[in-house]
């Protein structure tokens, strides 16, 4: 019979629509040599065919038996598999951590927006990318929200999606501390967990209520 994917087990069925893949979260892509040699020593544990660094800073694990999903999750700390209708992993740059671009400490507040918010079920696939500054490595703009530093805090940018179909967010606001910033995604979340349609993405949430009805309800 062929398979298909197990989102209840965080796995995606590959193209041979036998074997699956799956991604342990990295929290923005920051983790140390030990995160790095667990993922390596379970994917030859399990005989996965290869490993791929994906678009959403995490290393997928490809390859992999259905019968062995349950072991290979326990084998993580942290064995949440974020796929499927919920706030996938989000898209940090370094910040001011190293980068000399930076205006603002965009891993601080990407890693404490993924301690609140990473896995929370959606109405749609939910994506988030945190930059440093204009340059937007995080693709910010194209983000269901999108968070990038200015002078004096964080722009903020809603309604964004890429695919086949790519959607450039609107401006919403600036704000200038990151505990003002966690609370206004907070809230934009809760609008949209609470208004948003099965598998209807926030910009075409405010795309159906309008920009302006939206603003008024989060701002």
Same mark, same amino acid.
């Given at each position: 019979?062929?398979?298909?994917?197990?989102?209840?087990?965080?796995?995606?069925?590959?193209?041979?629509?036998?074997?699956?893949?799956?991604?342990?979260?990295?929290?923005?892509?920051f983790?140390?040599?030990?995160?790095?040699?667990? %993922?390596?020593?379970?994917?030859?544990?399990?005989?996965?065919?290869?490993?791929?660094l994906?678009?959403?800073q995490r290393?997928?694990?490809?390859g992999?038996?259905?019968?062995?999903?349950?072991?290979?999750?326990?084998?993580?700390?942290?064995?949440t598999?974020?796929?499927?209708?919920?706030?996938?992993?989000?898209?940090?740059?370094?910040?001011?951590?190293?980068? /000399?671009k930076?205006?603002?400490?965009?891993?601080?507040?990407?890693?404490?927006?993924? /301690?609140?918010?990473?896995?929370?079920?959606?109405?749609?696939?939910?994506?988030?990318?945190?930059?440093?500054?204009?340059?937007?490595?995080?693709?910010?703009?194209?983000?269901?929200?999108?968070?990038?530093?200015?002078?004096?805090?964080?722009?903020?940018?809603?309604?964004?999606?890429?695919?086949?179909a790519?959607?450039?967010g609107?401006?919403?606001?600036? %704000?200038?501390?990151?505990?003002?910033?966690? /609370?206004?995604?907070?809230?934009?979340?809760?609008?949209?967990?609470?208004?948003?349609k099965?598998?209807?993405?926030?910009?075409?949430?405010?795309?159906?209520?309008?920009?302006?009805?939206?603003?008024?309800?989060?701002?």
């Open positions: 019979m062929t398979k298909t994917n197990r989102l209840d087990k965080g796995a995606i069925v590959q193209r041979d629509l036998e074997t699956y893949s799956v991604s342990p979260h990295i929290a923005g892509g983790c140390d040599p030990q995160t790095l040699r667990k %993922i390596a020593d379970v994917a030859e544990k399990y005989g996965a065919e290869y490993l791929k994906t678009g959403s290393i997928a694990i490809i992999v038996r259905e019968e062995n999903l349950d072991d290979i999750w326990s084998e993580f700390d942290d064995p598999p974020a796929v499927g209708p919920c706030i996938r992993s989000i898209k940090i740059c370094p910040g001011t951590r190293s980068c /000399k930076a205006l603002q400490d965009s891993r601080g507040l990407g890693l404490a927006l993924d /301690k609140a918010f990473y896995g929370q079920t959606m109405p749609a696939k939910f994506k988030m990318g945190v930059s440093g500054c204009p340059n937007c490595c995080s693709d910010s703009w194209m983000k269901d929200i999108g968070l990038f530093g200015v002078g004096d805090g964080f722009r903020i940018i809603v309604g964004g999606k890429g695919g086949r790519p959607v450039k609107t401006f919403l606001a600036d %704000i200038g501390s990151a505990e003002e910033t966690i /609370k206004l995604v907070g809230r934009i979340i809760g609008f949209y967990v609470q208004n948003g099965e598998n209807e993405r926030l910009g075409q949430l405010i795309e159906r209520i309008g920009f302006g009805q939206f603003a008024k309800e989060i701002i």
